[in-house]
């Protein structure tokens, strides 16, 4: 165990698990680091990576991975009418408008959201998801959900959980 991380030794749960050996390994070799960020945020990529995975199983059945998921998810929660720019879904996904256009295609060819010319900008355009859209973001969320609460009801109370969930908001406030 790195000497100078006592506190890394975890409390209920795993005794050890993969990024504590690769602390260790890097106590071992480095001795001077603190590796405490490393176990961090190793473990939140690591379980972002697993839930991914879990959560694109939810909405294979629906017909969609997670980027489409994003961009009629995206969609519903802006209200009725339910309509945004490609700029806007790209600036809130965070994917490029290369990448928004190919999503777009793929799901306006599913008959789950429609492009329509803006009626205040010519040169620009709007998407509005279809009904069909809404009624299949509106089950696929609920199967995602689920598959979240399980891994967390898995491991945590209901009470470590919005712990975790504010820590790791303070955390994201001062990195993003």
């Known amino acids: 165990m790195n ?14 698990d ?11 070799v480095r001795p001077d680091l603190e590796t405490l960020p490393m176990a961090v945020f190793g473990r939140i990529y690591r379980l972002s990576l697993a839930m991914r995975g879990r959560v694109d199983q939810a909405y294979a059945p629906y017909g969609m991975g997670l980027g489409e998921f994003d961009v009629l998810a995206t969609l519903r929660r802006s209200g009725a009418p339910y309509t945004l720019s490609p700029r806007e879904l ?7 408008t290369g990448g928004m256009t190919g999503r777009l295609d793929r799901l306006e060819k599913a008959g789950l959201l429609s ?4 009626p205040n ?3 620009a355009l709007r998407v509005t998801l279809s009904e069909r859209g809404r009624e299949l973001v509106d089950q ?3 199967a995602g959900l ?11 109370t209901e009470g470590e959980a919005e712990q975790l ?5 303070k955390l994201l406030a001062t990195t993003a």
């Not at 790209?90 to 490029?96: F, H, N, Q």
């Not at 598959?147 to 945590?156: D, G, K, M, N, T």
């Open 3 to 16: 000497e100078k991380n006592p506190e890394r030794s975890p409390g209920p749960g795993p005794a050890h």
């Open 18 to 28: 993969a990024v504590d050996a690769i602390a260790d390994q890097w106590a071992a």
């Open 90 to 96: 790209s600036a809130t996904l965070m994917i490029t």
């Open 115 to 118: 492009r329509s010319p803006d």
């Open 121 to 123: 900008d010519r040169r």
């Open 140 to 142: 696929a969320v609920g």
């Open 146 to 156: 689920e598959r979240q609460r399980e891994a967390l009801e898995s491991a945590l």
């Open 165 to 169: 969930a504010g820590l790791l908001r």
